[in-house]
């Protein structure tokens, strides 16, 4: 089956930029998202598609896709950008979906 | 707004059986497919189910594959779970999320926990 893996935490200063990675085997030749969970609260989608945002989630989150690795970056990391992040792709030999382990972004 | 409220949570014993619902508003519910995914206490996200807007096609991850049985009633706009043979590690909090036009979740419910202990 397929499998992502992630860092099991990100540290970045308030102000600075935070890259959370994603990688499994050819992850570049299929779409990669990204869900923010904050303690106690549901997941949220930040990036589908690679890199496209959902209405009402801030500029400063972006999102790449090649090659083995997908990245999420957030630029000008606030306090409140502090949380769980998962990436996710879709399992073409099982037709199930796949996320990540998740990373735990600390602003420091 | 889209709504997506779940229910049916609570304690099972191992080899037990729980249903959960998953009621649907604010958008076309027989439009779109719907997953379920769990996630144990303080562990990750984990997909387990999904199904098609007519019912048609399921699939199933492998751990719960032959012990749960999604299904969809669109006159009633709810999704649901039928969890048979439970174990102690389907613990966890089982979220109702529906599918975007893309292989991504755009909206997810606030989820239900089900404890399975004996």
């Known amino acids: 089956s397929y499998e992502l893996t992630q860092p099991p935490s990100v540290s970045v200063s308030p102000g600075q930029t935070a890259s959370v990675t994603c990688s499994g085997d050819?992850?570049?030749?299929?779409?990669a998202c990204w869900y923010q969970q904050k303690p106690g609260q549901s997941p949220v989608l930040v990036i589908y598609?690679?890199?496209k945002r959902p209405s009402g989630i801030p500029e400063r989150f972006s999102g790449s896709n090649s090659g083995d690795t997908a990245t999420l970056t957030i630029s000008g990391t606030q306090a409140m950008d502090e949380a769980d992040y998962y990436c996710?792709?879709?399992?073409?030999?099982?037709?199930?979906?796949?996320f990540g382990p998740g990373t735990k972004v600390t602003v420091l | 707004e889209v709504q997506l409220v779940e229910s049916g949570g609570g304690l099972a014993q191992p080899g037990g059986s729980r249903r959960l619902s998953c009621a649907a508003s604010?958008?076309?519910?027989?439009?779109?497919?719907v997953h379920w995914v769990r996630q144990a206490p303080g562990e990750g996200l984990v997909w387990v189910s999904r199904?098609?807007?007519?019912?048609?096609?399921?699939n199933y991850a492998d751990s719960v594959k032959g012990r749960f049985t999604i299904s969809r009633d669109n006159a009633k706009k709810t999704l649901y779970l039928q969890m048979n043979s439970l174990r102690v590690e389907d613990t966890g909090v089982y979220y109702c999320?529906?599918?975007?036009?893309?292989?991504?979740?755009?909206?997810w419910g606030q989820g239900t926990l089900v404890t399975v202990s004996s």
């Open positions: 999320v529906r599918r975007g036009d893309g292989d991504y979740f755009d909206s």
């Open positions: 604010g958008f076309i519910f027989s439009g779109y497919w």
């Open positions: 199904i098609n807007i007519d019912g048609s096609i399921t």
């Open positions: 050819k992850l570049g030749d299929k779409y």
């Open positions: 598609q690679d890199t």
């Open positions: 996710q792709a879709w399992d073409t030999s099982t037709g199930g979906n796949v």
